[in-house]
């Protein structure tokens, strides 16, 4: 199933944005400063301690994901132009997500990856940030499945490449296929549904295309096809006089 990009969807009004952002931050802020108060004022049993910290802890993170999703929604994807190297950022987001990973209990591994770099045209931090959000969703959708696994892996087709994110995890039905990509659609008690949207952005500038498929309770694979870079199409250096 191909996703199309024709529903072109408005962002909604600048206070719903506010709003949502409000709400996704002021709860991990009222968890935050209910433990403080506790470790301060609190006569806390042994080892309670460092639960809270810990909590705090992943308060925090979540509050740092959910700011950095809106604020590349709210950046709309920038003029492409340098050249960059994919299969390095594909390295260092599996990097980034491995300590998510363990924690939610997902290996995730590199499949395959060519030998030589691979390079695409598009701005590096947009690719990552794309490459973390499909990584980040196959390891949620992966949590409370035994034997879970994300593998990914990147393939050379004629001109472009493809990029495949799979996961064994809760898997969709047609109907939430259809709806990925839609400005804060989100399965997710604490999802923001901003991720997916920013990144079919993100790839539709670059000139690639996302496929699709999926089964409940089976898992899902996500293939990512972007054009490569074409060193034919470089201009030779000008030789003047
Ligand atoms: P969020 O992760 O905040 O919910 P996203 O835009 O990243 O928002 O994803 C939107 C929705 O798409 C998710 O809530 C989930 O329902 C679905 N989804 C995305 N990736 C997967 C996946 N690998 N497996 C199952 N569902 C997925
Ligand atoms: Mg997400």
Not at 39 to 45: D, K, M, P, T, V
Not at 154 to 176: E, P, Y
Not at 184 to 203: A, D, E, H, N, R
Request: hydrophobic share 40%; with cysteine.
């Amino acid at each position: 199933i191909f996703i199309t990009y024709s529903q072109n969807e408005k962002f909604e009004a600048i206070s719903h944005v506010a709003a949502s952002l409000a709400h996704e931050v002021r709860n991990p802020l009222t968890a935050v400063k209910g433990f403080l108060q506790l470790i301060r004022y609190g006569s806390l049993e042994h080892g309670k301690m460092e639960q809270y910290i810990d909590i705090s802890l992943m308060e925090i993170d979540r509050t740092e994901t959910v700011l950095s999703e809106y604020l590349s929604i709210s950046k709309p994807p920038g003029k492409q132009t340098g050249k960059t190297n994919l299969s390095q950022h594909v390295q260092v987001i599996m990097d980034v997500m491995s300590s998510y990973a363990i924690m939610s209990n997902v290996e995730i591994e590199l499949e395959h990856k060519p030998v030589v770099p691979v390079w695409i045209i598009a701005n590096g931090d947009e690719v990552k940030q794309v490459l973390m959000n499909f990584i980040k969703n196959a390891i949620e959708a992966c949590v409370e499945i035994p034997h879970a696994k994300v593998s990914i892996s990147l393939n050379l087709a004629d001109r472009s490449v493809l990029l495949i994110i799979k996961d064994n995890g809760v898997g969709m039905s047609a109907d939430q296929i259809s709806r990925l990509g839609s400005i804060y659609y989100s399965t997710k008690s604490s999802g923001t549904g901003l991720g997916l949207t920013y990144s079919f952005q993100v790839i539709r500038a670059i000139g690639g295309s996302v496929a699709v498929q999926s089964e409940p309770r089976a898992g899902t694979r996500f293939t990512i096809s972007l054009p490569l870079y074409d060193f034919e199409e470089e201009a030779p250096a000008a030789s003047t006089g």
